[in-house]
């Protein structure tokens, strides 16, 4: 048992030992980066559930929850409803932040959402990103 063990490390080290090197020529042979390859390719995966992860504490801070629920209407509409309703992308996260920015009705109905011009744009598209993620 053991012994398989250290075959297999043996074996992911051979195969990490050989790949680095080989990246690494190719990276230095076009450009002088110095990154090595393994953090640029990590970089975008880990950034994206960082910034939802942010939203969700910024939201948790704000006074959103007296209005909203993840998965029920309460006040203004569930965060899966509204997710459901616009797709996660730039030009949504930006009118969204807008709108909460600058509060307004009509889209839910005649309930308004209350303005929250404290808030940055930033925060508020934090906020939109982590929201749009959720789905049902
Ligand atoms: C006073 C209650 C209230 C608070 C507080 C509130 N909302 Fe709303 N929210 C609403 C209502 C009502 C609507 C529906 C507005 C409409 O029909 O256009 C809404 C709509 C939304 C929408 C969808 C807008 C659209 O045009 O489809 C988002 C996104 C949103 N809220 C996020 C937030 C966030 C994030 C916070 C905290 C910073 C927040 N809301 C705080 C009541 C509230």
Redesign the pocket.
């Known amino acids: 048992m053991k012994k398989t063990l250290l075959a297999l490390g043996c074996l992911v080290l051979a195969m990490a030992s050989c790949s680095s090197p080989e990246e690494r020529s190719s990276t230095t042979s076009t450009t002088t980066t110095t990154e090595s390859p393994a953090t640029t390719t990590e970089t975008p995966a880990a950034e994206a559930p960082a910034v939802k992860g942010e939203g969700e504490k910024?939201?948790a801070k704000?006074?959103?929850?007296?209005?909203?629920n993840k998965v029920q209407k309460v006040?203004?509409?569930a965060?899966v409803d509204?997710a459901a309703?616009?797709p996660l992308n730039d030009e949504n996260v930006n009118?969204?932040a807008d709108?909460?920015i600058a509060?307004?009705?009509?889209?839910?109905?005649?309930?308004?959402?209350?303005p929250?011009s404290a808030?940055s744009k930033d925060d508020?598209k934090k906020?939109?990103s982590y929201?749009l993620s959720l789905k049902k």
């Open positions: 910024l939201i704000s006074d959103c929850i007296g209005c909203h006040i203004g509409p965060y509204i309703k616009y009118h969204l709108k909460i509060g307004g009705k009509g889209v839910w109905g005649e309930v308004p959402m209350t929250h808030l508020a906020m939109v929201i």
